[in-house]
């Protein structure tokens, strides 16, 4: 099992930067895959960035070429760097994980753990 804890978060005005840590503990292993998802008021829970245990990763088109995900060395802490940020950003976002063989699953039934959340909140 593992346990996930996200920090980080908070109000920006839009093209501004904000930065979500995701603390792991429990077994972390060549087969855990960790993700971000968010969801905003009325909308369904949606993937924004996977990284496999090997370091590959992947990310939703909304969110390419302005979200970076990214794990520390010893990988029990999964960060999600986001830059030029949008009012359609505005969600709540989740860290999750999963244990398995594939590692570029962006499908919020795939994952097994979750964190509490943490608002992130772009205004224009």
């Known amino acids: 099992q593992v346990q996930l804890v996200e920090s980080g978060g908070g109000s920006v005005q839009a093209g501004g930067s904000l930065r979500l840590s995701c603390a792991a503990s429990?077994?972390?292993?060549?087969?855990?895959?960790m993700a971000w998802f968010r969801q905003a008021p009325g909308k369904e829970r949606e993937g924004v960035a996977v990284?496999?245990?090997?370091?590959?990763?992947l990310y939703a088109d909304s969110v390419k070429g302005r979200f970076t995900i990214s794990q520390d060395g010893a990988k029990n802490t999964l960060f999600l760097q986001m830059n030029s940020l949008r009012p359609e950003d505005t969600a709540m976002y989740y860290c999750?994980?999963?244990?398995?063989?594939?590692?570029?699953?962006?499908?919020?039934?795939?994952?097994?753990?979750w964190g509490q959340g943490a608002q992130v909140t772009v205004s224009s």
């Open positions: 999750a994980a999963r244990y398995g063989e594939t590692w570029y699953l962006l499908r919020e039934n795939d994952y097994k753990y």
């Open positions: 429990g077994v972390i292993n060549m087969w855990l895959h």
């Open positions: 990284i496999g245990s090997g370091g590959n990763t």
